[in-house]
């Protein structure tokens, strides 16, 4: 499949469960010469996910958000392989690396994802929140580790988008609750999960132009009826 | 890698992430011939596991422990590619099957784990628990859904006996229970869980040689903790 944008040109291959995604190329389009000015207005803002692209572009964003409180920032195998010095600075400047993972992996070059998130807490973040598709996401702090399934499907027909719609959200539930700390963090992964997985059940938008706060609520309760078990 | 056993000569190769699995050969071994008598005593068994082997052998075995309570059967790719007819006979006499996710895809022809966890249910059993590997494991009844992440490890050592050891904890729970219900399922799925997540920390059964019960109840609370979120 091919993901064409206004700054990319991606195209990759997705395995059989839809899981793994293998990119084929990416190319840049208008990112290549981007150079981004917020509008007067930004500057305030509190919440900020800088979305995948160019590290140094990111980085240039970062620093026209001075007052930002929580700053997240998403990337991909492009720019490991491509511009990891960049990239590294990046990510030692924002509080929160979101990411798939394989591209976990493949930053910090080991197969096991709990080594993986030490060594990229160590480059500067407070927490990394890792991807997985149909297996949900985990979040890693110094202090802290969160696991959350995904919403179990019947069909998955499209993934593209999934990632973008988590950090929205994960941003959007933190910024709406005006709190960050440990408790509203792993709320802000159940969310992104949630509505993740709105996105993926159709093509394009289609489904999330229909989402209703009701839906979202009742996949959430869900979800954690889901993960309950009692010890004794 | 090779296992070989009394019954069995498996080869295979596990992916980089040791969670995917690929059979690349099955020899049974003394397996071909292989009809197991049980012992008069065994007859009074109330929890009962088929661990993995011919269908046909399973279903001698099944008839010989008439008075269980919970029938659990455990099978592999190779049953599935040659046995399917057998295989599907026996899956209607357990109450439990326990599959990891490829072998769930491949049984039901379907990518859709969800598709493949209900296709099976019509197959016989009150419910079906797929092992995912790293991404835990999951629990299908007619009546619910449970997901439970792995213990998360710095390192996998070698996942020979995840699912047997797993088995061992989940069918060790209930039978010391004594009480089969959604609850005492969950809790037994986690105890597998947990089970499992020290068998392949170290090779063979020198992890579990020197696991202690304050070992399996702290991972348990851990668990239960990784994986809490609060709903407003």
Redesign the interface.
């Known amino acids: 499949m091919v993901r064409e944008g206004r700054t990319f040109r991606w195209s990759g291959r997705y395995d059989?469960?839809?899981n793994m995604v293998e990119t084929l190329e990416t190319q840049l389009n208008t990112f290549a010469d981007f150079r981004p000015v917020l509008p007067d207005g930004y500057a305030e803002s509190k919440f900020v996910f800088l979305a995948n692209g160019d590290p140094d572009i990111q980085l240039e964003v970062l620093q026209q958000v001075p007052k930002a409180r929580l700053r997240v920032m998403d990337t991909m195998d492009y720019w490991i392989q491509n511009k990891p010095e960049s990239l590294v600075r990046t990510i030692g400047q924002v509080d929160i690396l979101l990411m798939n993972e394989a591209e976990a992996?493949m930053l910090a070059e080991t197969?096991?994802?709990?080594?993986a998130a030490r060594r990229i807490l160590r480059l500067g973040p407070k927490g990394v929140i890792i991807k997985?598709g149909?297996?949900?996401a985990?979040m890693f702090t110094d202090f802290d580790?969160?696991?959350?399934?995904a919403y179990?499907?019947?069909?998955?027909r499209d993934p593209t988008g999934a990632g973008d719609s988590f950090a929205g959200g994960f941003l959007g539930y933190l910024a709406r609750a005006n709190r960050v700390n440990l408790?509203t963090m792993?709320?802000a992964?159940?969310m992104g999960t949630v509505v993740a997985s709105f996105t993926v059940e159709d093509f394009s938008l289609s489904r999330l132009e229909k989402v209703t706060p009701e839906e979202i609520r009742l996949r959430?309760?869900e979800l954690?009826e889901?993960?309950?078990?009692?010890?004794?």
Chains 1, 2 share one sequence.
């Open positions: 059989y469960d839809l992996r197969p096991s994802l709990l080594a997985k149909e297996y949900g985990v580790y969160f696991a959350v399934p179990p499907l019947d069909e998955v408790d792993r709320r992964v159940v959430t309760e954690r889901f993960t309950r078990f009692v010890v004794d």
